[in-house]
């Protein structure tokens, strides 16, 4: 019971902080399907940042997790640029852009991964090793019965994005920024009539977007995989976007819809284990998460709403 | 001549070519085209090779142009047919991304609609040991229908009960990932490879090793038929009913539903087309270019292809032209690096810049379409 909420809160919040970024993305009307990429390529830049300062100054690479936490947040960033300009100032399909960058991390993080590594390192590898970043366990609370899991073996990155997630959730609804940006996908010409830059608004939207969603891919690279190699285009940047559509686009529905994954997920894994079934059964429980997903969907998705604005590319003289 | 005036002119002298606006549909992908090959110029520079032998590699490595020697019973014929080989699915999944975006939606399930058509094929007809001249249509028959029921529940979600079609397809792709992976494991899987076992040579739509003239080549039926279904698709969409109320549906689905179309039936009818492409795709490629199934895998061409499509401007022809550069580059990266010393990984990067150029098409016409009425303004002040 504790390690399907111990397993299932360390994958369900890095996928939260990435929708959140999504939602932030598509609440001010720009569609973003390249999560994936900015996660990977996130990843990218804080594994990168991590393998070079341990190598030039010889310190374990544990402890420059906090460092590579901000190189990949600002890596992600970095990326998401590509997005913006392209979808704003170039006003390319959103859709096509988000699809185009995902296959150009890819290819890219790939392509410069084996290269440093033959350069730098003089290794012919595709991955940079990280290890599994350190985990604590609040004494006391942790003993709490049932609840007393979410205390124990956390990870610090789960810590880190509850907190970022809080400050995420009070910018978008309750601050002036917020309301602009929410307004930019409902109805743009409105906020330019209030006088509001809406290119501008949406711009920082797609950057916070990549931002966070780099923050999500060093925090898989680090707990899940241990390293940074093209596995970690997995698909959680897709995920994450059927979890923000599934939470209609608002944040506290979208964490239970994370939630919901890393439980089903670490439960299904869970069961197998239990019933000693052979390995090739766990690929059985697998599907767990996304079939419960597709069967809730049928019973909720009727009232959901996309921001109305979204995926339209804003131009001043319509109508 | 001052200086901003050569500036001026030698814009002009760019722009022209691409202000004609029948043309653009070709000359906007062709300009990005060339933009992207000189970045990825300048990348291999970098490195510190010589991009025009890169270049030049990549097309002997793909059968365009010939290699300086051959191995035995090989010839720039059979690496031309290898690429072709390579391309046929591509070809089936773009085009199926295509109908779906013509219809509004955008279909991220190919490749899940390709392992499932690919692997129920495999099990029904390619462990059979049916004759060819059965086994063959059958395969092909098989993949289509399971595919276009594949991609008809996915817009039967959609229309029935408003499921966004990107999220459920996403959902699909997993599932048939995982359930397909635990019946090959179960039941079809080779020990030695750690794949499903090899189908027979019968049921296979690719011709393996055939002898003619003393050159030992691969042969792919597929790809005559995904030209003879691209001019098809184009027909269908561009002279018939169907066609005209599927593109209505997807450029506005209210106006579409005003006019008396019915959206419903359409948004299904698309998916299970496009489905019915995808499943297409998945046998020419899990029967035809390869003869078994890794498990616990997706294959790419299902992500690719949606790029594809767009390099193609969803056009039907037009895929075919964009699959084919996309196949080059792929099949060439091989040759290329033994060649040049340049990491096969550069392949992948040059397609995904080809891909980002391409998608600022939109900006480029914009732009074109400005300086166009500039020019017309000057004229007019001068005059």
């Known amino acids: 019971m504790d390690t399907i909420i111990i397993d299932g809160l360390s994958f369900a919040l890095p996928l939260f902080i990435m929708a959140i970024g999504g939602i932030y993305s598509e609440k001010s009307g720009i569609t973003n399907l390249a999560l994936e990429g900015f996660q990977g390529f996130g990843a990218f830049i804080g594994a990168l940042s991590a393998v070079l300062i341990a190598h030039a100054t010889g310190t374990d690479i544990q402890n420059l997790f906090y460092v590579s936490l901000l190189f990949a947040m600002i890596g992600g ?4 640029v590509i997005h913006a300009v392209l979808s704003i100032k170039f006003k390319a399909d959103q859709v096509i852009s988000g699809v185009v960058i995902n296959i150009l991390a890819l290819a890219l993080t790939t392509f410069l991964t084996t290269q440093i590594n033959a350069i730098v390192f003089g290794a012919a590898s595709d991955k940079f090793r990280l290890g599994v970043s350190e985990r604590f366990t609040i004494e006391g609370l942790a003993n709490i019965p049932v609840i007393g899991a979410v205390f124990t073996n956390v990870y610090p990155f789960e810590v880190i994005i509850i907190v970022i997630a809080f400050f995420a959730w009070y910018l978008l609804y309750k601050t002036k920024f917020g309301m602009r940006l929410r307004a930019s996908g409902e109805n743009p010409h409105s906020v330019d009539a209030a006088g509001v830059n809406v290119s501008k608004i949406r711009f920082s939207a797609v950057l916070i977007s ?3 969603s780099g923050l999500g891919g060093i925090c898989f690279a680090y707990s899940i995989s241990a390293n940074f190699s093209s596995n970690i285009y997995m698909g959680y940047g897709f995920l994450a976007i059927a979890a923000l559509i599934f939470g209609n686009w608002r944040i506290l529905p979208t964490l239970a819809a994370c939630l919901l994954f890393g439980f089903a997920k670490s439960g299904g894994a869970f069961i197998a284990q239990s019933m000693a079934l052979p390995s090739s059964f766990t690929d059985l429980f697998m599907i767990l998460p996304y079939v419960l997903t597709l069967l809730l969907l049928i019973f ?3 009232s959901n709403r996309a921001p109305r604005a979204l995926g339209e590319i804003y131009d001043k003289g319509k109508r | 001549m001052s200086k901003d005036k050569k500036i001026k ?3 002009y002298n760019l722009i022209r070519p691409m202000s004609n606006e029948k043309w653009q549909p070709i000359s906007i992908p062709i300009v990005s085209i060339l933009i992207s090959f000189i970045a990825a110029a300048i990348v291999i520079l970098l490195i510190g090779k010589n991009p025009l032998q890169a270049f030049y590699n990549l097309f002997q490595g793909a059968g365009i142009l010939p290699k300086p020697s051959y191995a035995g019973y090989k010839s720039m014929l059979t690496d031309f047919l290898s690429l072709l080989n390579a391309m046929t699915p591509l070809v089936f999944a773009s085009l199926a991304v295509a109908v779906a975006f013509k219809a509004g939606l955008f279909n991220i399930g190919v490749s899940g609609q390709m392992l499932v058509s690919g692997f129920l094929a495999t099990i029904v007809v390619g462990y059979s040991g049916l004759d060819a001249i059965i086994a063959k249509p059958l395969v092909l028959v098989i993949g289509m229908v399971a595919g276009g029921l594949m991609g008809g529940l996915v817009g039967w979600l959609k229309y029935k009960f408003n499921i ?10 997993y599932i048939a ?10 039941y079809y899987i080779d020990p030695v490879s750690r794949q499903s076992k090899y189908i027979s040579e019968a ?4 011709l393996v090793n055939v002898e003619i003239a003393n050159l030992k080549m691969d042969i792919p039926l597929g790809f005559i038929l995904a030209i003879i279904i691209a001019i098809l698709l184009k027909f269908v969409m561009d002279k018939t009913v169907v066609g005209f109320e599927i593109k209505a549906v997807g450029s506005n689905r209210n106006a579409a539903k005003y006019a008396g179309i019915n959206v ?3 948004t299904v009818l698309a998916m299970v087309i496009s489905g019915g492409l995808a499943g297409l795709a998945g046998v020419t490629y899990y029967l035809g270019y390869f003869s078994s199934i890794q498990p616990k895998v997706l294959s790419s061409i299902g992500f690719d292809s949606i790029a594809v499509s767009l390099l193609g401007n969803s056009h039907p022809i037009g895929v075919i032209f964009s699959s084919f550069l996309i196949s080059i580059i792929d099949q060439g990266s091989t040759y290329m690096s033994s060649q040049a010393g340049i990491r096969q990984e550069i392949s992948s990067v040059i397609i995904g810049l080809i891909l980002l150029f391409s998608a600022c098409g939109a900006y480029l016409k914009h732009k074109v379409s400005r300086l166009k009425e500039k020019e017309v303004d000057q004229k007019e002040s001068e005059s």
């Open chain 2, 203 to 206: 049921a296979r739509l690719t």
């Open chain 1, 300 to 302: 909720f998705s009727k």
């Open chain 1, 210 to 212: 990549g931002l966070l």
């Open chain 2, 164 to 173: 966004n079609e990107v999220v459920s397809t996403i959902m699909l792709n």
């Open chain 2, 264 to 266: 419903g039936r359409n």
């Open chain 1, 77 to 80: 960033m970095a990326f998401s």
């Open chain 2, 9 to 11: 002119s030698l814009r």
């Open chain 2, 177 to 186: 990932q995982y359930v397909i992976s635990f019946f090959i494991q179960m």
